[in-house]
C-alpha cells in the first residue's frame, strides 16, 4: 500500500504550512510591537508623571492578558494576507518605487485612516448598546483610569471586529508597502498614546485647530470617563456629524506642572 498523500494535496498542504509560518511570524510582530511601544511609553509615563499608575499592577496585568489574546487575534488575518501577497499576488500591495503616482501615497494615507476611523466609530458605537457593552465592551472600559498598556486590552469578540479592517482595505485600495507601514505605525502609537493618562501633544495643538479634528488622549480619555461619546478613533469627524462629540478632558500636558 503506498503511504505518500495524493499528488493534489501536497501542494495544498505546503500552502497550509507555508500559511501556518506567515500567522506565527505576524503573530510574533505584533506582540513585539504591543510590549516595544505600550512599554516605550510606560517608560516615559514613570519619566514624566512618576505615580501615574501607582496602585493599578493589577490593572496593568489585566490589561497586558486581553492585549496579548488580541495580537494573536490580529496576527491570524493579518498572516494570511501576507502569505497571499508574497506567494500568490494577493492585495493591492506594491513594493515598488513607481508602481504608484507620488500623489496617491498621502491620499490613501487619508483613505486608510478615514476608512479604519468609520468603521471604528460605529462599531465601537454599537459596543456601547447595552447588550454588546455587557458582553464585549466592558473588558475595555474595565481600565480605570486605562494605561498605556490598554492599547489593545479588548474581548476577543471585539478584538475580531478590528482584526480584519486593514487586511480587507489592502484588497481594495492601492498602497505602497511604506505607506502601509505608517499607517500601521499611526494605529499603534495612536492606541497606546490615547489611553496613556497624559497628553503628549503641546496645548497649542490638542486645543487649536488641528485638535478640533484629530483625536488625541484628551479626546479619548473623556470617553473613558464618560462611556458615552466620543467615539472616533483619528478623527473628530463622525462623532461631530452625529452630534456625540463630548469635548476634551483635562489631562496632564507632556511636563508636569512646576512645584
Ligand atoms: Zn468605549
Ligand atoms: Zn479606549
Known sequence: MPTTAPPALVPLASALVAIAGAVIVMTGIIVLRYLLTSGGFAWATRRRHRGLY??????????????????????????????????????????APHALPLWWHPVSLLLFLLLHDTWFYWTHRALHSPSLFSRFHAVHHASRPPTAWA??????????????????????????????GLVLAIMTVMGVAN???????????????AGAMLITA???????????????????LWDRVCGTDRGLGNLLMINPPRS
Open 54 to 95: 501607582a496602585g493599578q499592577g493589577g490593572q496593568i496585568r489585566k490589561e497586558i492578558g486581553w492585549s496579548l489574546i488580541s495580537c494573536v487575534i490580529y496576527g491570524v488575518p493579518a498572516g494570511v494576507v501576507a502569505w497571499g501577497w508574497h506567494a500568490r499576488g494577493w492585495t493591492r500591495i506594491t513594493a
Open 151 to 180: 492599547a489593545m486590552s479588548f474581548h476577543p469578540g471585539e478584538a475580531l471586529s478590528g482584526a480584519f479592517v486593514i487586511p480587507a482595505l489592502v484588497f481594495v485600495i492601492p498602497v505602497h508597502v511604506a505607506v502601509l
Open 195 to 209: 489611553h496613556m493618562g497624559w497628553e503628549m501633544f503641546p496645548r497649542w495643538l490638542v486645543r487649536g485647530r
Open 218 to 236: 484628551s479626546h479619548h480619555q473623556r470617553h473613558h470617563q464618560l462611556y458615552a461619546g466620543n467615539y472616533g478613533l483619528y478623527f473628530r
